[in-house]
């Protein structure tokens, strides 16, 4: 199939991938847009997982108001130089992440960093809530666990879908960002205030 002048653009505006990245990933998709979207995204994924070891020392501190000033948040967005930091990009990164804080009230930026604390809620939660269920005990142990899985991960930041484009998760985001970039890019930490 013949790859055209606008199947480069739109793909590019979709992804934010060079131009190269594009061309050759249209290519090995035979010229079908979707798959070569999936294509840019996993080598995205296997540029991020390359750089995830690399120091990260720079970065910017971002906040988001709601329009009605009684909720805002700020985050810590982390890179690895000055010049990257600087870049708009980054920076409008570090926003919509703020934005999505403030939005979606995580407990915490990825799985593993639930507390013991945190686990033992949601255990006591989904204790309670199959309690009166007449399933046998070890059915019950499997949807207790299901049902904690599924509170850590949608307390986790990473795993939530972004606020603007529910098709992405914050983990997709800061993977494009990585991709755009060629840092690497993690949320240091961030603090969500409310009245």
Do not use: W
Not at 22 to 35: C, F, I, S, T, Y
Not at 37 to 45: C, F, N, S, V, Y
Not at 133 to 145: E, F, G, R
């Amino acid at each position: 199939m013949k790859i055209t002048i606008d199947d480069i653009k739109i793909l590019r505006q979709q992804t934010g991938a060079g131009l190269l990245v594009v061309k050759n990933a249209l290519n090995e998709a035979g010229g079908d847009l979707v798959k070569a979207k999936t294509i840019i995204k996993e080598r995205g994924q296997l540029i991020a997982a390359k750089k995830s070891d690399r120091d990260i020392k720079e970065g910017v501190v971002a906040s988001y108001i709601h329009t009605n000033n009684k909720v805002g948040a700020m985050v810590e967005l982390l890179c690895e130089t000055d010049f990257v930091a600087r870049n708009q990009e980054f920076k409008d990164l570090a926003h919509n992440l703020a934005l999505q804080i403030t939005a979606s009230n995580p407990s915490f930026i990825k799985p593993k960093q639930a507390s013991p604390d945190f686990i033992k809620q949601q255990r006591f939660i989904a204790e309670k809530a199959v309690e009166t269920s007449d399933k046998l005990k070890n059915i019950k142990d499997k949807i207790i666990d299901g049902k904690v899985n599924k509170a850590v991960s949608e307390a986790a930041l990473y795993n939530q879908a972004f606020v603007k484009d529910p098709n992405l998760t914050i983990k997709d985001l800061i993977t494009e960002a990585i991709t755009k970039l060629g840092e690497n890019i993690e949320v240091g930490r961030f603090s969500r205030f409310e009245i």
